[in-house]
C-alpha cells in the first residue's frame, strides 16, 4: 500500500490573524493541521503549523465552497428533521399523522430552517426495511405540500424510485444514509435528478449497524468511504459542487467513534465539499450523560452541534430548529466579536509601535 496523507486543520478559531488561512472560504481560521500518514505499518501523525504546508496541500481545506441548494456555504444553516414514521427514535412518531407533519415542517421554516429533511423510513438501529410504496404514501404529500408552499425539502431515502417521485413532486435535494449505494439505479436517478445530494457514511445497515462496530483508524476509514463514494458520483455525473458529505454519527459507531468523529471533523473538510452533521437527540448523548430518553437530549445535542460549528460543519441536521439556531447565533456573535477585539487589539498595537 503506498502512503496516504490527510489533513486535518486545528487551532481553529475566528479570532486568528489574517495570514492563517480561512476553513472553507468560511469565518472561521486554522492555524494548524495534524497530518496523518496511513501506510501497511498503521498511522503516523504530526501537527504541523500552516506555515509548514504546502499552497496545494491546504487548497482542498481553504477553497470557498459553492452554495448547496442555493444556501450559501460561508455560514452555517439548519436542516429540521420531520420524520413521517410510526416508530421514529427521536420523535416516537409524533409526526406520523401527514398534517402534523406539514405543520411542523412549515413551522420549522418559518422558525430560519434552511432546509426541512423529510423521511418516510425509520433508519434508527434494528429498523427493519419499509415496502417502497408505504415509504411514497408517507412521503408524497409532505413533500409536495411543503415544496408549494416555498419550503426547502430534501428527501431523506435510501430508494431510487421515492429520489424521482420526490423530486418530481418538488423536493430539491437527496439526502441518502446510504451515500446511493443501497439501490443500484439510485446513483442514475440521482445524477438525472439534477438535485443536489448528500451522501452519509453507514456501516452495514440499519438492522446491524451497531453489532459490534469496527475501524482501523475511523475518522480515516469514514474519511475514505466517503472519498469512494464521491468518486462513484463524479463517475456518474454528480459533480462535487452537488455534493455535501456526512461521517453519519450514529450509524454503524460506537459513542467512543462518534465523539472522535465530532472531534476530527475538521479532516473532512478536505474532501472539498460541504459537510452536514447529524447529532441531534442521538443515543450517543444519553450514553454519556444520564441514559435520557431523546426529546431529553436537547442540551446535549446543542452542545455536540456546537462542537461541530466550531469545526466548520455547514449545515446541522436537528429536531428543535428555534432552539438551535438561537445557540447558533449566539455562538456566532461571540465569536465575531473576539474577532473584532483581535483586529482592534493589533491595531492599537502596529499604530504604537509606529509611535515608538
Ligand atoms: C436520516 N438521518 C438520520 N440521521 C441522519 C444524519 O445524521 N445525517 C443524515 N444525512 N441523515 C440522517
Not at 481553504?62 to 460561508?74: C, E, I, L, S
Not at 427514535?89 to 430552517?113: K, P, Q, Y
Not at 409536495?144 to 421515492?162: C, E
Request: aromatic share 4%.
Amino acid at each position: 500500500m503506498s502512503e496516504r496523507l490527510n489533513l486535518q486543520p486545528t487551532a481553529i478559531a475566528r479570532d486568528l490573524p489574517p495570514t492563517a488561512p480561512r476553513l472553507a472560504g468560511g469565518p472561521l481560521r486554522f492555524a494548524a493541521a495534524v497530518v496523518a500518514r496511513r501506510a501497511d505499518h498503521g498511522v503516523r501523525r504530526e501537527t504541523l503549523p500552516v506555515e509548514a504546508l504546502s499552497a496545494e496541500a491546504l487548497a482542498p481545506l481553504t477553497a470557498p465552497r459553492v452554495p448547496f441548494a442555493g444556501v450559501p456555504m460561508d455560514r452555517p444553516c439548519v436542516m429540521g428533521v420531520v420524520n413521517v414514521t410510526p416508530d421514529s427514535f427521536s420523535d416516537g412518531g409524533d409526526r406520523f399523522d401527514t398534517g402534523r407533519a406539514i405543520a411542523d415542517g412549515l413551522a420549522m421554516w418559518e422558525a430560519g430552517a434552511a432546509f426541512v429533511d423529510v423521511g418516510g423510513e425509520s433508519t434508527r438501529p434494528g429498523a427493519a426495511p419499509l415496502p417502497v410504496e408505504e415509504e411514497l404514501a408517507r412521503v408524497l404529500p409532505v413533500v409536495k405540500a411543503l415544496a408549494g408552499q416555498g419550503v426547502r425539502v430534501s428527501i431523506d431515502t435510501r430508494r431510487a424510485r421515492v429520489m424521482a417521485e420526490a423530486a418530481a413532486a418538488g423536493a430539491a435535494v437527496i439526502n441518502d444514509v446510504t451515500a446511493l449505494r443501497d439501490e443500484p439505479e439510485s446513483l442514475r436517478t440521482a445524477a438525472e435528478s439534477g438535485l443536489p445530494v448528500i451522501l452519509m457514511h453507514m456501516l452495514g445497515d440499519p438492522r446491524t449497524m451497531q453489532r459490534d462496530p469496527r475501524y482501523d483508524d475511523v475518522a480515516l476509514d469514514v474519511y475514505d468511504h466517503l472519498a469512494e463514494r464521491v468518486a462513484a458520483c463524479e463517475a456518474a455525473g454528480i459533480p462535487r459542487t452537488r455534493l455535501c458529505l456526512d461521517p453519519g454519527i450514529g450509524f454503524g459507531k460506537t459513542a467512543a467513534h462518534n465523539l472522535e468523529l465530532v472531534a476530527r471533523l475538521a479532516i473532512f473538510h478536505g474532501l472539498g465539499c460541504p459537510l452536514l452533521l447529524g447529532v441531534s437527540r442521538k443515543s450517543f448523548i444519553g450514553r454519556l450523560s444520564r441514559g435520557e430518553p431523546p426529546k431529553q437530549r436537547l442540551p446535549g445535542s446543542l452542545a455536540a452541534t456546537l462542537a461541530g460549528l466550531a469545526r466548520g460543519a455547514q449545515i446541522h441536521r436537528v429536531h428543535d430548529v428555534p432552539e438551535t439556531l438561537q445557540a447558533l447565533t449566539l455562538w456566532q456573535a461571540v465569536d465575531a466579536a473576539a474577532a473584532c477585539d483581535r483586529l482592534m487589539t493589533d491595531a492599537a498595537a502596529a499604530a504604537a509601535k509606529g509611535e515608538a
